[in-house]
């Protein structure tokens, strides 16, 4: 069983930065597609941006491309989604996925993670 834990939420004005982090535990997350989806009230959860246990491959939805920065550190169990540019509309909860098929390119479907964390809310102030 994997455990993910997300921190690093908080309110932030416009324009500004944030790092999420995702930590692990239970098992070692070095060969799990990991990534980040998120969640607005009243919304679905949307998938945000994921990358593969090599780190070699990113996907990012279109709306974060060029803000939104995934990294991973096998050696930490960790992954990590830097925020740039931030905007009010990106204001959801944050959630931390893991998937253990080890894909070649990163999933965008909810339904391929088997592991979830509780989440983290960013809020954007305009």
């Known amino acids: 069983q994997v455990q993910l834990v997300e921190s690093g939420g908080g309110l932030v004005q416009a324009g500004g930065s944030l790092r999420l982090s995702c930590a692990a535990s239970?098992?070692?997350?070095?060969?799990?597609?990991m990534a980040w989806f998120r969640q607005a009230p009243g919304k679905e959860r949307e998938f945000v941006s994921a990358?593969?246990?090599?780190?070699?491959?990113?996907r990012y939805t279109d709306s974060v491309k060029g803000r939104f920065t995934i990294s991973r550190e096998n050696a930490k169990n960790a992954v990590y989604l830097q925020m740039n540019s931030l905007k009010p509309e990106d204001t959801a909860v944050y959630y931390c996925a893991a998937d253990r098929d080890g894909r070649y390119t990163p999933t965008m479907r909810i339904g391929d993670y088997d592991y979830w964390g509780q989440g983290t809310q960013v809020t954007v102030s305009s």
């Open positions: 239970g098992r070692t997350l070095s060969s799990y597609t």
């Open positions: 990358i593969t246990w090599t780190g070699g491959n990113t």
